[in-house]
């Protein structure tokens, strides 16, 4: 009968890690789906993972070719944003005056605020980047999940330009627009 009793404990203690093994994943990550227009006028989808646990937030863009990844790391305060057509990746300092905390970010998404919001809501906010360059040479400088999704492709810093300057650099943007509250434009020639 002692021998059934540590039997049921040592069940129970695996069924309780195995619990916590599922559920850590479902309880760190938030997401939400956003269908639409893309940045090029045809259909495309976001979606938005946040992890609270390693401070990190992620939104795929996925309209085919011009698909990207972008990545905000609020441990380093840099952003990336990985483009398949272009087969590099940007990373620049996230402007937190503009940029939402992880906090907000993850409320925003719980609530499905973001959805609805479209082309009938208030205009995203602009941010502008110039592209340096020069690759970055060591990307463990800029944080491990930024490595990650940088590692084995071009990557390039880009520094934001204060005040409109759009007209200066309008032929050689790329844009990311991001759930309707950024509209994100990296600016300059790329090496690839």
Not at 88 to 101: A, T
Request: charged share 20%; net charge neutral; glycine share 8%.
């Amino acid at each position: 009968l002692h021998c059934f009793g540590e039997a049921k404990m040592k069940l129970t203690i695996v069924f309780a890690g195995l619990l916590g093994v599922f559920l850590t994943p479902a309880l760190a990550f938030t997401d939400i789906n956003i269908g639409g227009a893309s940045n090029s006028g045809t259909s495309g989808q976001q979606s938005v993972s946040v992890n609270n646990e390693h401070n990190v937030a992620n939104i795929d863009n996925n309209n085919g070719w011009d698909s990207w990844n972008a990545l905000w790391d609020y441990n380093t305060n840099f952003a990336a944003i990985r483009l398949f057509k272009k087969k590099v990746c940007i990373v620049h300092r996230m402007n937190k005056d503009v940029m939402p905390s992880l906090h907000t970010l993850d409320a925003m998404v719980k609530e499905k605020k973001l959805q609805g919001k479209g082309p009938g809501g208030p205009p995203p906010t602009s941010l502008i980047y110039s592209i340096n360059p020069e690759r970055v040479n060591d990307l463990e400088k800029l944080g491990k999940p930024i490595a990650g999704m940088c590692r084995g492709i071009p990557t390039y810093t880009a520094d934001e330009i204060e005040g409109e300057s759009l007209f200066f650099y309008s032929k050689a943007c790329l844009r990311a627009d991001i759930l309707w509250i950024l509209r994100i434009s990296l600016c300059g020639e790329l090496e690839v």
